[in-house]
């Protein structure tokens, strides 16, 4: 389904956004505002997923 590919997708990012190396505070604070929105992400989707499946 969407959402369970969806979730890989989103932990690369969130993975590649903690391991960068970043100088620029204004850059580090894009990165960490992507980090929060797409582990936030990831959760609403498993939160969906489950009801989805205990629907079936």
Request: zero cysteines.
């Amino acid at each position: 389904s969407y959402m369970r590919a969806m979730i890989p997708h989103h932990s690369i990012a969130v993975l590649t956004s903690r391991r960068a190396q970043i100088a620029d505070p204004r850059v580090r604070e894009l990165a960490d505002s992507i980090i929060a929105a797409q582990v936030r992400e990831i959760e609403l989707m498993k939160r969906l997923i489950a009801d989805l499946d205990d629907r079936d």
